[in-house]
Each structure stands twice: as structure tokens, then as C-alpha cells.
């Protein structure tokens, strides 16, 4: 039976890619960090108990902050396979928190690759690391394939082109088993909450069944090539199983704009949009045409945008055979019918006394 050992398991990938690994018959293992609150929402589906003799997923406690734990955790699990996803992974977070996210983002990876060096595991682990679109950040060639310049344009990019390059120097220096998937965004409905796809859903099926008042964002002509989580993990394994390491792009090749996302995502649920202006009343509804109210909030600004991205998937598609299943429309679709599900629980707890928050994040 194959180990795997998935940093970032908590997380959106993280899940999914469980889900993928346990179908494939592995023993995962997952690194979590320690919370004051439970934090494993999107895995307590796989939870096994501690005390049962037979488990095939199993978590333990680290942090990619804290070399010691990694290595504790890569000698006693012994992994064929790592998959590295946990990152401080917010974009306009970044800004706030830069050294935080160099530590994670870019030291995290470095400790994750010395793990392996220390304990000569260079001939039997290998190593995926989680690159990002957002290495391209001002584009220099449209769309973007793995050959074309890198540009990054936030404390999050540049720590993940660290990342990016000593994955590549320690392919190159030691012989590990290691590469970059190159993936643009991708989404689900278990999303984080404060990325712009899943705010935008959460916020219009709660505005739909009046538990919000308005949604407010930032700039809604960023441009982004959107797909499916399912879909990028399912490539994230493919990247491991191949003769020789390579870095790939995974990406639709299709873009939208975030004013889109709206747009459709309304009219997935049947509701009217009214960008932010007159004639409308203080909670957000236009009254003649009873359409919610997206409001622009400068606050959702980044000091410096990546104002589109576009990927190129032809090396991922020749090589791998990928190609991505979920369409743009089935996404966003998906994702509008688990928040409404959400919104209508809250709506029944709401109407039992209990308090809802609605977050603006
Ligand atoms: P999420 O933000 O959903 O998950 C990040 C995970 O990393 C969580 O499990 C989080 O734990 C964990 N984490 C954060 N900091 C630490 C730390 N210091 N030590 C240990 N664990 C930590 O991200 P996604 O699942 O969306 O993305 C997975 C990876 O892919 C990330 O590296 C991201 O940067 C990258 N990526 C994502 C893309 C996307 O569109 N989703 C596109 C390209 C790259 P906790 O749950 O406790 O917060
Ligand atoms: P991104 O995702 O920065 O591309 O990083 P995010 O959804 O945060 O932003 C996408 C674009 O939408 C614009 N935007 C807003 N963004 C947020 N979060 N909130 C808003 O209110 C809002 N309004 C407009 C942003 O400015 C941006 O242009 C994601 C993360 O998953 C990274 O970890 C990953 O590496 C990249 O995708 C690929």
C-alpha cells in the first residue's frame, strides 16, 4: 500500500485530494496544525478513530513554521509520496502578514525538501509542491504556459517563487523525485469563504433569502482562468505517477472577469444584480426592480493587482491526458446550490432565535 503524507490537509485541496488518494487505496497522511477550535470541517467525512486498529487516514499535528515537527513526521510516516499544500494562502493576506507567509510559503517548502535530504529518503519520496498562477502576476505573455517569464506581484508570489525554485534545485542538486504544479485558481463550495468566488456566492444566496444586505467587493474587472478543485487534484496525483519529474501549468484556458462571476451567479438563483449607484434602499435592495446591490469597497484594493491571468494546459493535456471535466457554468452553479443549502440552514436557525453572522471579508 502506497503512503502519502499531505501537508495542507485542512484545507480545500486538501480534502478533496484525501478523498482521491483513500479511492486510489493509499494510507494518507495528513499534517494539521494546532487550532483553539476544531479546524477539519472539509475531512471530518474520512476522520478515523485514533483507537481503531486498521486506520488508512491519519493526522498529525505540525507546522510548516517548525522544522522539528516535519521531520518527526516524514521519518515515523516514511512517505512514497508528499504533497505540498499548506501555505498562507491569501493573496491580499499577504500584504498584511509578508514575513508570516515567507515562513510558511517559502521556508515551509525548503524544510519539507531538507526533511527528505536529512533522512535519505531522496530515492523514495517524492515531492509535489503547490506553485500558483500568480507567479506570472504582471503578465508578460498571454496565455501563460510554463515557459513564460515569471513577474509576482505580492509577498504571497514572491515567497511562492522560492518555492518554486528550490523544488527545481533540488530536483536538479539531489536527484529528488520533485515538481511544481502550476495551477491557476481553482474553486469549490468548500472554497474558503473570503476568496472571491465563494464570497460571492455565500453573500447572494444569503442576500436572496434576506440574511445579508449587500455584498461588497473590490475590483471587479480582475480576470481569472477558474476551475474546478476536483479537477486540479486529480492532475496533482497524475504529476507524481509520471517516469521523470516535470513542472506543468493546469489551467481551463478560458477567463472571466470577477464582474461575471457575479453576473451569472445571480442568475443561477434568479436574482437581479444592481451595481452600487441611486435609488436604492438602506437594506441594498433597488425597490423598482428588486435587484441586490454589489457595492465597491476600495478596502478589497491590493496595493498591487494581477489584473488577469490566463492559462495554457497544452503540456498537461499532451503529456497527461488532462483535461479539465467541470465547466465555468457547472462550477459556479455547484457552488450556488451548496451555498444556498447553507444559507437556508442558517435562515432556520435564524428563525429559531439563534444568531447567523454575515461576514464581509
Ligand atoms: P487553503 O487556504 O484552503 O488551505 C491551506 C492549508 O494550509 C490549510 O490546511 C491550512 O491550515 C494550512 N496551513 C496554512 N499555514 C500553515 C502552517 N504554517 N503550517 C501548517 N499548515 C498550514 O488553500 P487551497 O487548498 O486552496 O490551496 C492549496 C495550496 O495550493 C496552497 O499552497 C495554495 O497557495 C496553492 N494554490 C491554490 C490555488 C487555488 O486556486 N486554490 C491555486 C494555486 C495554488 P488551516 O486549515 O489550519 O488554516
Ligand atoms: P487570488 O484569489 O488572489 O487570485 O488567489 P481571490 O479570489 O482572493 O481574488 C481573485 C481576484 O478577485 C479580486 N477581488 C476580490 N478578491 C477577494 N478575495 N475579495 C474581494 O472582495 C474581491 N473583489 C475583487 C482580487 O483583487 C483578485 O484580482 C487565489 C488563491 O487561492 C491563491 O492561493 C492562489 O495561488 C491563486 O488563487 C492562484
Given at each position: ?5 499531505i501537508?495542507?490537509v ?7 485530494l484525501?478523498?482521491l488518494?483513500l479511492?486510489?487505496g493509499?494510507e ?5 496544525r494546532?487550532?483553539s477550535?476544531?479546524?477539519?470541517d ?8 485514533p ?7 491519519v493526522?498529525?499535528?505540525g507546522d ?5 515537527s516535519?521531520?518527526?513526521?516524514i521519518q515515523q ?6 504533497y505540498?499544500?499548506a501555505a498562507q494562502?491569501?493573496?491580499?493576506v499577504?500584504f498584511?502578514?509578508p514575513?508570516y507567509t ?5 521556508l515551509g517548502?525548503?524544510?519539507?525538501l531538507?526533511?527528505i535530504?536529512i533522512?535519505?529518503?531522496e530515492?523514495?519520496?517524492?515531492f ?8 506570472y502576476?504582471?503578465?508578460q505573455e498571454?496565455p501563460q504556459?510554463?515557459?513564460t517569464?515569471f ?5 504571497y ?17 539531489y536527484?529528488?523525485?520533485?515538481c511544481?504544479?502550476?495551477?491557476f485558481?481553482?474553486?469549490?463550495p468548500?472554497?474558503g ?13 444569503r442576500?436572496?433569502?434576506?440574511l445579508q ?8 474587472d480582475a ?10 487534484v486529480?492532475m496533482?496525483w497524475?504529476?507524481l ?5 516535470e ?12 464582474r ?8 443561477e438563483i434568479g436574482?437581479?444584480i444592481?451595481w452600487?449607484?441611486?435609488g436604492?434602499?438602506?437594506k441594498?435592495?433597488?425597490q423598482a ?7 465597491v469597497?476600495p478596502r ?5 493587482e494581477?489584473?488577469?491571468l490566463l ?14 471535466e467541470?465547466s465555468?457554468?457547472a462550477?459556479?452553479?455547484?457552488m ?6 447553507e444559507?437556508?440552514?442558517d435562515?432556520?436557525c435564524a428563525?429559531e432565535g439563534?444568531?447567523t453572522?454575515?461576514r464581509n471579508?
Open positions: 500500500m502506497k503512503k502519502a503524507l501537508t495542507g485542512t484545507g480545500q485541496d486538501g480534502a478533496y484525501s478523498e488518494l479511492e486510489k493509499y494518507v497522511h495528513g499534517i494539521k494546532r487550532s477550535l476544531f479546524n477539519t472539509r475531512i471530518d467525512h474520512l476522520y478515523q478513530d483507537h481503531a486498529s486498521d486506520r488508512h487516514f493526522l498529525h499535528h510548516m513554521t517548525d522544522s522539528s516535519l521531520i518527526r513526521i510516516v516514511q512517505p512514497d509520496e508528499i505540498n499544500l494562502s491569501h493573496v491580499a499577504s498584511e502578514e514575513e515567507a515562513n510558511s510559503d517559502a517548502p525548503l524544510r519539507v531538507e526533511a535530504r533522512l535519505g529518503l530515492q523514495k519520496t517524492r509535489y509542491q503547490a506553485s500558483t498562477s500568480e507567479l502576476g504582471l503578465v498571454i504556459r510554463e515557459t517569464p513577474y509576482p506581484r505580492s509577498p508570489a514572491v515567497a511562492k517563487l522560492y518555492a518554486y525554485w528550490i523544488t527545481v534545485n533540488y530536483r536538479e542538486a536527484g529528488i523525485y520533485a511544481n504544479g502550476i495551477l485558481n481553482h474553486e469549490s468548500i472554497r469563504e473570503t476568496f472571491v468566488t465563494r464570497k460571492i456566492t455565500r453573500a447572494l444566496a442576500i436572496k433569502l434576506g444586505e449587500r455584498l461588497y467587493l473590490g475590483n471587479l480576470k481569472r482562468d477558474w476551475g474546478h478543485a476536483r479537477d486540479y486529480r496533482q497524475l504529476m505517477q509520471q517516469e521523470a519529474p513542472d506543468y501549468v493546469i489551467a481551463t484556458g478560458e477567463q472571466h472577469s470577477v461575471e462571476f457575479v453576473e451569472v451567479a445571480a442568475r436574482i437581479g444592481r452600487e449607484g441611486q436604492v434602499d438602506e441594498g435592495y433597488d426592480t428588486n435587484a441586490c446591490i454589489v457595492a469597497d478589497y484594493f491590493r496595493p498591487t494581477v489584473e488577469t492559462g495554457d494546459p497544452t503540456k498537461a493535456r499532451e503529456q497527461l491526458g488532462w483535461t479539465p467541470v465555468f457554468s462550477l459556479v452553479s455547484e450556488m446550490r451548496e451555498d444556498l443549502k444559507a437556508e440552514r435562515q432556520l428563525r439563534f444568531a453572522l454575515s471579508e
